[in-house]
């Protein structure tokens, strides 16, 4: 870029001043020579518009950047206070491009497209009396200017869109290796939350997902939404999802402007989050309408899919525990799921230094049933009694199929006595056997008094259930 400025600049002093001439082309090469040296685009250009004022002779220089589909003030410096006040309190004119392309004189004001290879990148001010000379020497050397800075703002432009795109493909990188590891969704969410801020130095958002019984539920918000606040989002949110135009279930990119809100936010950027199974929620991100580029939306949708995969994972592997835990038969826990939330309620049983109940209930005249009513019939009585069983008894206990017409149940919370006997009694009564012309035998062990381990425990309630068989049908065997 140096070598292409000095031959311009050699044009310009070649071909439009004399000799005797301030040398405006020297000014400016030192000028742009202390712009590239600064790392900041801001400060490079606060730099421009004040060498500008002696420049071109006038009272204010202005720089404004198009950026997502706006002019935006990048900076402005000026000889009086009037013509500062003036430009700031102003709009500037956002069709702008579609009707300006060469350089606008007005009323004291000279307004110059900033563009490189058709590619629009903002606007130069230069206001002013100074600034309608009369001199067409300057008007060149305008010209010849705006080229300049315009090749100056693209290449810088390009290098700090190369930068964010190395440190968001870093942090993409990054995160991906932390989301394959989440062991739950919540985890997942909360992790991937963090990092949409991260990566796109974004105010807060939230998922909205899609729950087992098709209901959508906010999770996992970060950022400013995690806090208390005035402004009730959810509320917000949930008016907007129970419009007939919610795009819920649309894979498209889509906006929506937010008012009343206490943080000013203009927009919400919602990306449809993905599973092989189609769409089954989506990340909403607050005031994106000032950051999300074109390069960041490429950045967050890579971003957005790795979470659709962590996300289907997750649901895969829990799908696969629940069915290897589970009996195909009663949709209770089978035998190795069984054991495991034992051994997880002995834990906590420990820490509380309480007690629990573990029973083992053997069918009476089952092998008779299936051989008189067939295995169809067998099986709807296991279905029924094991629902009847799970209806009988609280929410934290625990109720699992552990052998063919063998069922174990856990009473959490519960020390021997006569009335945990009589609660067992009830749930005996709750089972409804005699539909199916059945019984139950049951043996009764207590934690942690009678044994500290699930096999000890086991042990001893499967011994009093087999003594209790022995006296007859139909036994409670507790000692």
């Avoid at 001043?17 to 606060?46: C, G, H, K, V, W």
């Avoid at 004022?53 to 997502?68: R, S, T, V």
């Avoid at 315009?150 to 991906?176: C, H, K, W």
């Amino acid at each position: 870029m140096k070598g292409e400025e000095s031959v311009q600049l050699q044009r310009i002093e070649k071909r439009e001043f004399p000799d005797n001439s301030p040398s405006y082309a020297e000014i400016l090469l030192t000028t742009i020579q202390e712009m590239n040296r600064e790392e900041n685009l801001l400060t490079a250009l606060d730099l421009f518009t004040q060498r500008s004022l002696e420049l071109f002779n006038c009272d204010l220089a202005a720089i404004y950047l198009f950026e997502q589909g706006k002019y935006k003030l990048y900076s402005i410096s000026s000889r009086d206070d009037k013509y500062r006040e003036t430009v700031m309190l102003s709009e500037f004119p956002q069709d702008f491009r579609e009707t300006f392309t060469e350089v606008v004189e007005m009323d004291e004001e000279w307004v110059l497209p900033l563009s490189h290879f058709d590619k629009t990148l903002g606007a130069f001010i230069l206001k002013g009396k100074r600034a309608q000379s009369k001199d067409e020497r300057l008007t060149v050397f305008v010209k010849q200017v705006i080229s300049i800075i315009s090749s100056f703002i693209f290449e810088r432009m390009l290098r700090i869109d190369s930068l964010d795109r190395e440190q968001a493909l870093t942090l993409l990188l990054r995160g991906t290796e932390i989301l394959v590891r989440a062991d739950s969704e919540e985890q997942l969410l909360s992790e991937a939350g963090e990092m949409a801020m991260e990566i796109l130095f974004l105010p807060g958002g939230f998922f909205l997902l899609e729950s087992a019984e098709g209901t959508w539920e906010m999770r996992s918000p970060f950022g400013r939404l995690k806090q208390e606040m005035e402004w009730d989002w959810r509320t917000w949110v949930r008016q907007y999802i129970s419009k007939e135009e919610c795009c819920l279930r649309n894979a498209k990119v889509h906006f929506l402007d937010i008012e009343d809100n206490p943080f000013k936010w203009e927009r919400v950027w919602i990306h449809p989050l993905q599973t092989h199974s189609g769409v089954v929620g989506e990340l909403w991100l607050m005031n994106a309408g000032k950051h999300l580029n074109d390069q960041k939306q490429e950045i967050l949708a890579a971003f957005i899919r790795v979470v659709g995969v962590a996300l289907e994972t997750i649901r895969q592997r829990e799908e696969l525990a629940r069915l290897a835990n589970t009996d195909r038969l009663t949709g209770i826990l089978n035998r190795q799921g069984f054991e495991q939330r034992v051994r997880e309620e002995i834990a906590s049983t420990l820490r509380r230094n309480s007690h629990f109940l573990l029973l083992v209930l053997d069918l009476d005249l089952f092998k008779q049933l299936n051989d008189t009513m067939g295995h169809p019939m067998g099986d709807r009585a296991l279905k029924e009694i094991a629902q009847n069983l799970r209806a009988a008894v609280r929410e934290q206990d625990i109720v699992a199929r552990t052998g063919g017409d063998e069922f174990t149940v856990v009473l959490t919370e519960v020390s021997m006595n006569d009335e945990s006997l009589a609660v067992i009694e009830r749930m005996r009564k709750s089972m409804c056997l005699e539909i199916y012309n059945l019984g139950v035998s049951i043996g009764v062990a207590e934690f942690p008094t009678e044994g500290r381990s699930y096999d000890d425990l086991y042990r001893l309630a499967d011994q009093r259930l087999y003594r209790g068989k022995n006296l007859g049908k139909g036994n409670i065997i507790a000692d």
